[in-house]
Antibody
């Protein structure tokens, strides 16, 4: 059974960089069938795709966040990570990591439990 | 504003059948498979329907999906109190070159 678990600070100051890591168990990030993704949900709002990384290191980001987002993968630790720079209160959200199946799909078959990140001084 | 449009709320009584719609365009729903997720607060979203109308193992057959043109629907028959949750549609968008979600529908079981 594949499991994903987010970890990282729950509080980030405005203008700083949000950093989260997703640890994958029961499966390998070094798998050419899947895309390792980050998705967020601001309070009271819907889900927003942030970006994903392929095992090869190829990335794809939401254009609305592209200038501030970096997703990386560490195959030796079976983890992938998110960095979001210059954060503001609008970046306060529950952040989920998820596994996406298929080259051109919105099929996320496994998700982490999510972690709340609050941007506040 | 989400790329895919869902009604913000829906409701039904136990045993009833309810449907939730998801409206998109030719750059997303019309040419790509639609997936549905059930999300209970504080938990991970759960894949409910994939590829328009397929159920993952363990999802009851009370849940069904369909797609026609630029719209898709999720139907829940024999409504149960445990179905009270938020439901999201998602697909790939060719213009965005990425996955997109609907705004979500909060289902109340009265």
């Amino acid at each position: 059974q594949v499991q994903l678990q987010e970890s990282g600070p729950g509080l980030v100051k405005p203008s700083e960089t949000l950093s989260l890591t997703c640890t994958v168990s029961g499966g390998s990030v070094n798998n050419n069938n899947y895309y390792w993704s980050w998705i967020r949900q601001p309070p009271g709002k819907g889900l927003e795709w942030i970006g994903y990384i392929y095992y090869s290191g190829t990335t794809n980001y939401n254009p609305s966040l592209k200038s501030r987002v970096t997703i990386s993968v560490d195959t030796s630790k079976n983890q992938f990570s998110l960095k979001l720079s210059s954060v503001t209160a609008a970046d306060t959200a529950v952040y989920y990591c998820a596994r996406r199946s298929g080259s051109f799909s919105g099929l996320f078959d496994y998700w982490g439990q999510g972690t709340l990140v609050t941007v506040s001084s | 504003q989400s790329v895919l449009t869902q009604p913000p709320s829906a409701s039904g009584t136990p045993g009833q059948r309810v449907t939730i719609s998801c409206s998109g365009s030719s750059s997303n729903i019309e040419n790509n498979p639609v997936n549905w997720y059930q999300h209970l607060p504080g938990t991970a979203p759960k894949l409910l329907i994939y590829s328009n109308n397929q159920r993952p193992s363990g999802v009851p057959d009370r849940f069904s999906g369909s797609k026609s043109g630029t719209s898709a629907s999720l139907a829940i028959s024999g409504l149960q109190s445990e179905d009270e949750a938020d439901y999201y549609c998602a697909t790939w968008d060719d213009s965005l070159n990425g996955p997109v979600f609907g705004g979500g529908t909060k289902l109340a079981v009265l």
